[in-house]
């Protein structure tokens, strides 16, 4: 049985995309910077850099409308948390559920999201987030307590039991 409420895990959540939202803007900004520099310029037709210097501005610059419509999503997910109603009651797993899981021997507890983030610390624990288009995320959707899976990952078939859907 999960031990915590799922507002704490959204509120880590939010934190967490909010400073990597921070940090690949600064990133996508230097990459900016850099496919405009004089510096960058071309001297020559086989001189690439300014091409180079532009492909990682447009990654940069995707990875962060990425991370802006997670900080959206879970914005919206802390508000209907805190709007009196709480999070919506999930009987499956799908995209917004907090999932415990036996995996390995060990018990894990993952959270689906529509993107995938670094493991997030809530009170002692530690959430995995996990995309629902990842091997993982696409195995759990509809899984229901009680329910035992077999997830093939890059080092094979892996058992999962769900334990708890929140």
């Not at 939202?21 to 850099?49: N, Q």
């Not at 995995?128 to 997830?151: M, N, Y």
């Amino acid at each position: 049985m999960i031990a915590f409420e799922k507002k704490d895990v959204l509120h880590a959540l939010l934190a967490a995309i909010q400073a990597q939202c921070a940090a690949v803007e600064r990133v996508a900004a230097m990459a900016r910077d850099e496919a405009s520099s004089d510096e960058t310029r071309s001297e020559g037709k086989y001189d690439t850099r300014a091409t180079e210097a532009s492909f990682l501005a447009r990654g940069q610059a995707e990875r962060v409308e990425d991370l802006r419509r997670a900080r959206s999503w879970l914005e919206q997910e802390v508000h209907a948390a805190h709007s009196g109603f709480g999070p919506p009651v999930r009987a499956q797993a799908e995209v917004g559920a907090l999932v415990e899981v036996q995996m390995r021997g060990r018990m894990e507890l993952l959270f689906i999201a529509p993107m995938t983030t670094a493991s997030v610390p809530v009170s002692g624990r530690t959430i995995r987030v996990v995309a629902l288009s990842s091997p993982l995320g696409s195995a759990l959707e509809g899984a229901r307590p009680g329910d035992t899976l077999e997830i093939d990952g890059p080092q094979g078939t892996v058992e999962c039991e769900v334990l708890d859907v929140q």
